[in-house]
């Protein structure tokens, strides 16, 4: 049977800071899914990663279906009510327009969907990333699609071998979306290419070139374009099938060890490792740093299975450890170089209005100027 899976996150209200969101603030939303959904879904699920609130949902209606998307936005006005009333900080912080206008797209919520005909047994894995950006995606991405030394599927399986079909997005692109399609393995140097600048070119889906199947969704927007100033790091969501055709789950999860170093953590503005984290954990080291966590589910004829925390694992509790070290030799640079984002990459305006009104006070020394003229 076909099914459609949508995944919508938002950051709508949190303890003490950028953390978590409260428990009667996810109940909250919980419960209006299951409520109000009741006869739009077949199954939902609902879980935080640091203080975003994400809704995975099952149902039979199409990518960018306007019910079930203003279901999900309704949830988050309803969620965002109880943190007003709960006084938590950032209260309905993602929800960047009045109203609701179609789908979510641009609204602020993060959303990756994906369409497909159910295989006997169909495992995907979901994703969802706190405190980084929607390029946070793109290494593990190469490596499980497009890497064999990561992923020996890719020469070991007849199908896998085929090679997969990379979309990619310019997402500095507010116009439109500007995207370009590219064939692995004979376009890896230019797939390379692209997905070396994190910020600007984003892994937005993947595709199977044997069975033309959809491997991966990634949610690609960027809340700075969109509200036209700081209002939040991006936090995105992913939903990759696993096996069969597919990279094995191993294959997927195995790039997440590397702890990359992403965009993100205090104010947006920072270079911080990756930690992979287990379900429901909020934030803390310097705003940070940057969180995925990773929940694997079988659907069948619509229905999910119970998740298994796949960072849960004890294996993972040496990655995190690893991960944290990294994490403290970077901050150690405080705002020095790479530790801090590029200029044109900062979230937050105030560094930009200083060094503006400095400029003013530079002046160019007499004699150099002599020297320049001569």
């Known amino acids: 049977m076909k ?17 978590a969101p409260s428990r009667k603030l996810q109940n909250t939303v919980e419960a209006f899914v299951r409520d109000r959904g009741a006869q739009l879904l077949r199954d939902c699920f609902v879980s935080h990663t640091g203080d975003d609130i994400a809704i995975l949902m099952a149902h039979g209606r199409g990518p960018g279906n306007r019910e079930i998307h203003k279901l999900a936005w309704d949830a988050f006005v309803t969620g965002t009510q109880t943190a007003k009333q709960e006084g938590l900080y950032g209260a309905g ?13 641009g609204m602020g919520p993060a959303v990756a969907e994906m369409e497909f005909d159910e295989r006997p047994n169909e495992p995907f894995l979901f994703f969802a990333a706190d405190k980084t950006d929607p390029g946070a995606f793109n290494y593990p991405l190469y490596l499980a699609f497009a890497d064999p030394m990561n992923t ?4 070991l399986s007849p199908k896998m071998s085929k090679g997969f079909r990379f979309v990619v997005m310019d997402v500095n692109h507010t116009e439109g979306d500007r995207i370009i399609e590219l064939n692995v393995p004979e376009q890896l140097y230019d797939l390379a290419a692209l997905l070396r600048d994190p910020e600007r070119y984003v892994v937005e889906s993947v595709w199977s070139r044997a069975t033309g199947e959809q491997a ?43 702890g990359h170093i992403v965009a993100g953590a205090m104010r947006g503005s920072h270079q911080m490792p990756l930690m992979p984290v287990m379900q429901n954990t ?16 079988c659907v069948h004829e619509g229905r999910l299975t119970e998740p298994v925390d796949a960072f849960a694992q004890p294996f993972w509790d040496t990655v995190r450890d690893h991960v944290a070290r990294k994490a403290i030799e970077m901050r150690r640079q405080g705002f020095f170089g ?6 044109s990459e900062l979230e ?6 200083k060094l503006a009104e400095l400029d003013g006070s530079f002046r160019v020394r007499a004699e150099g100027a002599k020297r320049a003229a001569a």
């Open 282 to 297: 909020g934030t803390s080291y310097f705003d940070g740093p940057p969180l995925v966590s990773c929940a694997g589910f």
């Open 338 to 343: 790479a530790a801090m984002l590029p200029m």
């Open 3 to 19: 099914i459609t899976l949508s995944v919508i996150k938002a950051d709508i209200g949190s303890i003490g800071g950028h953390v």
């Open 216 to 258: 991966a969704a990634v949610a690609t927007s960027r809340l700075h374009n969109i509200a036209g100033k700081y209002t939040g790091k991006d936090d995105p969501v992913m939903l990759v099938r696993v096996q069969m055709s597919f990279p094995a789950t191993g294959e997927i999860l195995t790039p997440y060890a590397t």
């Open 152 to 155: 020996p599927g890719l020469i």
């Open 348 to 353: 937050y305006t105030g560094i930009v209005e």
């Open 93 to 105: 912080q993602d929800l960047l327009k009045d109203s609701f206008s179609g789908n979510v797209h």
